[in-house]
Every structure is written in C-alpha cells, then in structure tokens.
C-alpha cells in the first residue's frame, strides 16, 4: 500500500512564491528603485520650489527698502522746507576730522540756512587745495603773466585789481580745464568733502590758503549739497583790508552759490586803497 501525501494549498502558495522568487529575483528589487527615484524626485522639487521661495521673498525685501529710502529722502526735503534740522551727513572723508563750531558774525541770504546750520558742529578743512579731485588727476595750477587776465580769455578765476592775473589748470597730458564747464565735465559729481574744497578753491579769488596748500576754513556735507566756509583776504580795494569769512553752497553737480559772508570789521588803522 502507498501513502502519496499531497501539499496543501498553503504549502504550494509558499513554494510558487519561492520558486518564482529565484526564477525572478530581479522582481524584489523592483519597488526599491522606485522608491528612490521617487524620493530623489521629491527632494529636487522640494529644493526647487524653496529656492524659488526665497528669491521671491529676498526682492520682496529689497523693493521695501528701496521704497523705504526714498519715502526718508522725501520727509528729510519736507524737513528742510519747513525750517526744521535736518540729519546732517557724516564726512566722505577717509581721515579723521575736527570738528568745529564756525566763528563770525555772517549775514546769511537764507534764514533757514542760517538757523540750521550756523550752530552745528563743521569739518575743519585738512586737505591740499588740489588733492580733492576725482577721479585722481595729476593737475597743476598755472596763471597768465602779468595783467594778462583781463584779456577776455577763458579762465577758472581772475584775481587781483585793475591787473588781473587769469588762472587755469592743466593736467599730465596738457590738457586745460580753464571754464567751469570744462571743471565739472571733467569731474562732477561733486561727491566727497575734500573736492568740494577743491572745487571751490580753483574757482574763488582772494582766499586766504596756507603756504602748505591748505585753505583756511570749513565744509559741512548737508542734504544733496555742501557748504564750504572760507576766508577772503580783502587784498583789494579801499578799507582796512581785514579778513573775513564767506560761506558757499556747492551742489555735487558742481553749481556754486555764495549764500552768507561777514561784514569787514572797522579797522583801528589807517584806511588804504589797493588797485
């Protein structure tokens, strides 16, 4: 008698499984490919999606400010306008200044002006009277001979009385700049306080400048513009010939506007007239 044991159904489902398993492994590792192509998938949208995120946000941010500056800028002019003190601008300048109060008794053409910044603390000028240009130029200051500059050439300045001396500057190359157009042309705007210095000095007769080039006064850097306070040495003319200060308004497109001066004081000596 033979016994022939048959499989259940459960026993040949685990062997097909098993056997189809070895005809097939490739069949296992299916799904696990899948599943990283999908993750890889999910990770670059995701990168995707957060950069465009943060580029969105980052010129968000910087129209906001940009609206921001322009609505200061605005609520400093209505400032100004309405006799109020504005911020005063610190110094473009790289050295360390002094700082100092402006001496004199001024007679100002603007009563704002004078209101707000007769008080303030101003820059004391440091700088050769030259050095302040810009871009950096090799330039040299030459003038006519004798009374040349009442020829009605074209000049930077005319100083002196009846005999006018006419001054220009050239650079390396030969170059002249001998007009206030061919000035600012040449090296508006007008950016920092040592070349508004410079700017007012080649332009500006009589000033009272140290032998090392340094001009005797004061810049203040204000809202779009400087003031530069200088002294005229009174050479000629008839009077006592006594110092005295004058103030300028320079715009950094290099437009120049005498806006305050003092009085010549009485001189205990004795009054001369120089031609």
């Known amino acids: 008698m033979k016994l022939v044991l048959q499989p259940t159904s459960c026993q040949q489902a685990e062997y097909t499984k098993i056997h189809m398993d070895q005809k ?16 890889i998938a999910v990770v670059v949208t995701a990168l ?16 906001e400010v940009n609206g921001l500056q322009q609505t200061i800028g605005k609520l400093k002019e ?25 001496l004199g008794d001024y007679q100002w053409d603007n009563a704002i002006f004078q209101t707000q910044y007769q ?32 020829d009605g050439g074209s000049y930077l300045r005319v100083e002196g009385g009846l005999c006018g001396i006419g001054f220009w500057l050239e650079d390396s190359s ?9 000035l600012t042309n040449r090296f508006a705007p007008v950016e920092s306080e040592a070349e ?34 200088l002294v005229n ?25 005498k806006i305050a001066k003092e009085e010549e004081r009485p001189s205990d000596g004795p009054i001369s007239c120089i031609d």
Not at 48 to 63: C, E, L, M, R
Not at 242 to 248: D, H, L, N
């Open 24 to 39: 097939n492994p490739q069949l296992n590792i299916l799904p696990l490919s899948r599943l990283a192509s999908t993750l």
């Open 48 to 63: 995707v999606v957060g950069a465009s995120i943060y580029w969105w946000q980052d010129v968000k941010f910087t129209k």
């Open 78 to 102: 209505q400032i100004i306008v309405f006799g109020g003190i504005p911020e005063i601008d610190e110094p473009t300048n790289s050295v360390e200044s002094t700082k100092e109060k402006i």
């Open 119 to 150: 008080n303030v603390l101003w820059d004391k000028i440091t700088s050769d009277k030259l050095a302040g240009f810009s871009p950096k130029t090799v330039l040299t200051e030459n003038k006519t001979k004798e009374c040349e500059g009442r």
């Open 174 to 182: 030969g170059v002249k700049i001998d007009s206030i157009e061919k």
């Open 196 to 229: 508004v210095v410079s700017f007012i000095v080649v332009t500006q007769g009589d000033l009272k400048i140290a032998t090392s080039g340094v001009p005797e006064g004061h810049v203040l850097a204000i809202t779009d513009a400087f003031l530069v306070q």
């Open 233 to 257: 040495k009174n050479t000629f003319g008839c009077g006592g010939h006594e110092p005295t200060g004058v103030i300028f308004k320079i715009s950094k497109s290099g437009e120049i506007l």
